[in-house]
């Protein structure tokens, strides 16, 4: 028989401990039955076989396991329940969305403007109107709207509007509560409201409980109005001790006295309205004499039926109350009851009345202050009627002289030829006939009748008289005034050879500067869009462009004939590389340069001339190394300095340097010449010029790449600040920014 001992156990600490067997473990020994009695041994007893008798020994205790011991913080760990994770779950939400908002304006497309429309609020469109339904109907209303106008609020009071809409969180200051309280109304902000009327209702007190009461009416807060009742009705004795009812104006006066009336819970009505009207007379009784003095007589109708009704609403308040309500319905009762209430209807309702002459007498005067501006707006509107109809009637007169030139012209033109003969061309005057037609013609344009020239009739005129220089010089002026005037009739010029026959003329007088300078003239025009292009073709075709060149040669003492010429030679040759090399092989370019240094003072010569180079030197650099070797760059820069305050110069010139700059001996030449300093003094100078300033930067990007000595030169000048200087300037001009990028980068700024 072996008995159960003492079993070791090693803890999780790492001890040994004693465990004594434990009911669960204990078991029942048995002996095999050898004879038909059975020995049964029970728990905690030994047998002796030697007396067989069975020996009790005490029981063995069985003992606990003993329990694992936590700190206080373990069990609070622990014992986190699911509603305190779920709001740190909720707190850690809310404080992602506020980081959004925090960091706005790199992620926001929503701009809401406040006040005076100043520090637009910027916002996220689709947490807005996924947390508010005010913005979920403004969008609905208007998808593609980016912005929303709030000008009846602040923005001092929207912005924390909308951090709530964001993070749940706001802080309420008392103040102005009842903007914050107005503004969550008008979003539909119910929980906002609820929030702020508890943040509020602890905060009632003796010092703000009237106030509050007032405002919570102006902005119809309901519960607040409840509790500010329940205060005022609960300590409406203190409130009076304290003259907390002495500064406030009529209209809040009167709703307390209402309040007061109408509550069956207030004690003593009979004695707390007169006390409080005392008070508040005896506080505003200056002002009563003043308005008393100061009222005139045109205001007394209107004040005694004042008078008259705020008296019978303050006796119709006395009436229902509780204290009037015992006597009986008989109103003579009632009366004699409200003149012994403290002789409060009869001494103080008139003294009260009396404030409500000051709001009249401000509402009168304002009503005659809007007569006067309407009276003003009346005679500020016939003064207006009257300058159109004097306009009108200028027109008219206008228009009358125009019919009577109109007639007399057709007078002159029928004296000398008829009108078929005009319309189909079978013309048989003299050449001094035709002149005086054309002098005709000419006048019309002067007088703004160019539909009154037959454009046919000149045509032939020219084509008949090829050599009368008189005819084609005032021909080539009414063609290019008509060209100029209406684009169907330029296309119907130069589509009936009208461009031939004027190129003929330069050819036929290529000594008279008159005619060169009219027919230069209507080429300009008639290389205009819309269809430049096909004409620039055309000019080739019929050697225009040797004609110009040829104008500029025999007059370069001539100014207008030099101008003229380079702005022609821009005409033709911008975007036509055929007309650029044309150019180059009448040596126009020599011509366009000698144009520069002929006349070095005169702005149109150097602007026009700058123009045309840079247009011949966008195609190739053949071109570029010509304008450098017929002195080009020499010229540019010179009129740069010569002309440093005509922005138009110093745009063109820009241009024409950022297509020379594209050759690598251009540049250094560019750099001897100091060219980089007037290139970035006139950047500076002209920092509001969205031209100058991506042409410059162009300029500077095409003369730094592949010369380091340039790059060092242009480090000199601060050009990093004249860059953020630009950025700031022309915030939206992606061009700029794409310009000054690739600039700084390759600077390595």
């Given at each position: 028989m072996k008995n159960n001992s003492n079993k070791k156990k090693t803890s999780s600490e790492g001890s040994t401990t004693?465990?004594?067997?434990?009911?669960?473990?204990?078991?029942?020994?048995?002996?095999?039955?050898?004879?038909?009695?059975?020995?049964?041994?029970?728990?905690?007893?030994?047998?002796?076989?030697?007396?067989?008798?069975?020996?009790?020994?005490?029981?063995?205790?069985?003992?606990?396991?003993?329990?694992?011991?936590?700190?206080?913080?373990?069990?609070?760990?622990?014992?986190?329940?699911?509603?305190?994770?779920?709001?740190?779950?909720?707190?850690?939400?809310?404080?992602?969305?506020?980081?959004?908002?925090?960091?706005?304006?790199?992620?926001?497309?929503?701009?809401?403007?406040?006040?005076?429309?100043?520090?637009?609020?910027?916002?996220?469109?689709?947490?807005?109107?996924?947390?508010?339904?005010?913005?979920?109907?403004?969008?609905?209303?208007?998808?593609?709207?980016?912005?929303?106008?709030?000008?009846?609020?602040?923005?001092?009071?929207?912005?924390?509007?909308?951090?709530?809409?964001?993070?749940?969180?706001?802080?309420?200051?008392?103040?102005?509560?009842?903007?914050?309280?107005?503004?969550?109304?008008?979003?539909?902000?119910?929980?906002?409201?609820?929030?702020?009327?508890?943040?509020?209702?602890?905060?009632?007190?003796?010092?703000?409980?009237?106030?509050?009461?007032?405002?919570?009416?102006?902005?119809?807060?309901?519960?607040?109005?409840?509790?500010?009742?329940?205060?005022?009705?609960?300590?409406?004795?203190?409130?009076?001790?304290?003259?907390?009812?002495?500064?406030?104006?009529?209209?809040?006066?009167?709703?307390?006295?209402?309040?007061?009336?109408?509550?069956?819970?207030?004690?003593?009505?009979?004695?707390?309205?007169?006390?409080?009207?005392?008070?508040?007379?005896?506080?505003?009784?200056?002002?009563?004499?003043?308005?008393?003095?100061?009222?005139?007589?045109?205001?007394?109708?209107?004040?005694?039926?004042?008078?008259?009704?705020?008296?019978?609403?303050?006796?119709?308040?006395?009436?229902?109350?509780?204290?009037?309500?015992?006597?009986?319905?008989?109103?003579?009762?009632?009366?004699?009851?409200?003149?012994?209430?403290?002789?409060?209807?009869l001494n103080f309702v008139f003294q009260i009345i009396n404030l409500q002459m000051k709001s009249l007498k401000e509402k009168i005067s304002q009503e005659h202050e809007l007569q006067n501006q309407k009276f003003h707006i009346i005679e500020e509107k016939e003064k207006y009627f009257a300058k159109k109809e004097d306009e009108f009637r200028e027109k008219e007169r206008v228009f009358q002289r125009k019919k009577d030139n109109l007639e007399e012209l057709a007078k002159e033109i029928e004296a000398k030829i008829s009108p078929n003969q005009l319309k189909d061309g079978s013309i048989q005057q003299t050449e001094s006939q035709v002149y005086e037609i054309l002098q005709i013609f000419k006048k019309s344009i002067e007088k703004e009748m160019i539909d009154q020239v037959s454009i046919d009739s000149v045509l032939n005129f020219m084509k008949k008289f090829p050599l009368a220089s008189d005819i084609q010089e005032i021909s080539c002026f009414i063609l290019e005034k008509i060209a100029e005037e209406d684009a169907d009739d330029l296309i119907k010029i130069v589509d009936s050879d009208g461009m031939d026959l004027v190129i003929d003329s330069m050819n036929n007088f290529p000594n008279d500067p008159k005619i060169q300078e009219v027919a230069i003239d209507a080429i300009i025009t008639f290389l205009r869009k819309p269809k430049r292009k096909k004409y620039q073709k055309k000019i080739k075709e019929i050697k225009g462009i040797e004609a110009i060149i040829k104008a500029m040669n025999n007059f370069p003492t001539n100014k207008k004939i030099q101008w003229k010429g380079c702005w022609g030679c821009r005409n033709i040759a911008v975007g036509n590389f055929d007309n650029v090399e044309e150019i180059k092989i009448v040596n126009g370019i020599q011509s366009i340069t000698k144009a520069m240094s002929n006349f070095p003072k005169s702005k149109k010569v150097q602007w026009k001339a700058c123009w045309a180079l840079w247009d011949i030197a966008n195609t190739n650099d053949e071109n570029r190394i010509e304008i450098k070797n017929a002195n080009g760059i020499d010229l540019i820069l010179k009129a740069m300095a010569n002309f440093s305050d005509i922005s138009i110069v110093q745009k063109q010139a820009c241009g024409s340097l950022m297509n020379i700059a594209k050759n690598d001996d251009n540049k250094k030449r560019i750099r001897e010449l100091k060219g980089i300093e007037l290139i970035i003094q006139a950047m500076q100078k002209f920092s509001e010029s969205q031209a100058i300033q991506f042409r410059g930067f162009w300029t500077l990007l095409n003369l730094s790449k592949r010369n380091l000595e340039n790059q060092q030169e242009i480090k000199k000048y601060g050009i990093l600040e004249l860059a953020n200087q630009a950025k700031k300037n022309f915030p939206k001009d992606e061009q700029i920014k794409a310009k000054i990028t690739k600039f700084l980068g390759l600077l390595q700024i």
């Open positions: 004693t465990e004594y067997p434990t009911n669960s473990e204990t078991t029942s020994t048995s002996t095999s039955s050898t004879s038909d009695s059975e020995i049964n041994i029970e728990q905690n007893q030994h047998f002796f076989p030697e007396f067989n008798t069975k020996l009790n020994l005490p029981k063995k205790k069985n003992r606990k396991k003993p329990k694992k011991r936590y700190t206080k913080k373990q069990i609070n760990l622990y014992n986190l329940s699911k509603n305190t994770i779920k709001e740190l779950l909720i707190t850690d939400v809310a404080n992602d969305i506020e980081s959004i908002y925090e960091n706005q304006k790199e992620s926001a497309d929503l701009k809401i403007f406040c006040g005076n429309f100043e520090n637009p609020i910027h916002c996220h469109r689709l947490i807005l109107i996924s947390r508010c339904a005010f913005f979920h109907a403004q969008y609905r209303e208007s998808k593609s709207e980016c912005n929303i106008y709030l000008p009846d609020f602040d923005v001092s009071v929207v912005e924390p509007i909308i951090r709530f809409i964001y993070s749940g969180k706001i802080t309420i200051n008392f103040q102005e509560f009842g903007k914050f309280y107005k503004l969550a109304k008008f979003f539909s902000l119910k929980k906002l409201q609820i929030l702020i009327e508890k943040e509020i209702e602890p905060i009632i007190t003796y010092r703000n409980a009237i106030s509050l009461y007032m405002e919570s009416r102006e902005i119809e807060s309901f519960y607040l109005i409840r509790k500010c009742e329940i205060f005022i009705i609960n300590n409406m004795s203190i409130l009076i001790k304290k003259k907390k009812t002495d500064k406030l104006s009529e209209n809040q006066l009167l709703s307390l006295i209402e309040l007061i009336v109408s509550k069956k819970d207030i004690n003593n009505k009979t004695y707390l309205i007169p006390v409080i009207l005392d008070n508040w007379i005896e506080k505003n009784t200056l002002l009563v004499e003043k308005l008393n003095e100061n009222t005139s007589i045109n205001y007394r109708d209107p004040i005694e039926s004042q008078k008259q009704h705020i008296k019978e609403f303050i006796l119709q308040m006395l009436i229902q109350s509780r204290d009037l309500q015992e006597i009986p319905d008989s109103k003579i009762a009632q009366i004699e009851k409200i003149q012994r209430i403290s002789s409060f209807p």
